[in-house]
Nanobody, 118 residues
Framework: QVQLVESGGGLVQAGGSLRLSCVAS????????MAWFRQAPGKEREFVTS????????HYIDSVKGRFTISRDNAKDTMYLQMNSLKPEDTAIYYC???????????WGQGTQVTVSS
């Protein structure tokens, strides 16, 4: 199994920046890609961005393109999310997720709260 632990959330003013981290442990060799999801109050959890761990291919939802950057450090089994120009609508619990080459994102972290004040 794979364990994921996020960190780096907090309270920031609109226009500010935060950097989230996600450290993977356990059977990390099976991880093909990792992703960040978020869930705002009263809304369903949504995909934000993903990265393929070996080749680094990334995907972003339109609302964060140009503001968020996903990256990884394979030597440290760690994924990052640099969030710039934050907006109040980015307020959510951010979850780290991982999947093997074949399958859904079925490994999840506990989440970290990001709050952006206006």
């Amino acid at each position: 199994q794979v364990q994921l632990v996020e960190s780096g959330g907090g309270l920031v003013q609109a226009g500010g920046s935060l950097r989230l981290s996600c450290v993977a442990s356990g059977r990390t060799s099976i991880i093909y890609s990792m992703a960040w999801f978020r869930q705002a109050p009263g809304k369903e959890r949504e995909f934000v961005t993903s990265i393929a761990m070996s080749i680094g291919t990334t995907h972003y939802i339109d609302s964060v393109k140009g503001r968020f950057t996903i990256s990884r450090d394979n030597a440290k089994d760690t994924m990052y999310l640099q969030m710039n120009s934050l907006k109040p609508e980015d307020t959510a619990i951010y979850y780290c997720a991982a999947r093997a080459r074949l399958g859904d994102y079925n490994f999840w972290g506990q989440g970290t709260q990001v709050t952006v004040s206006s």
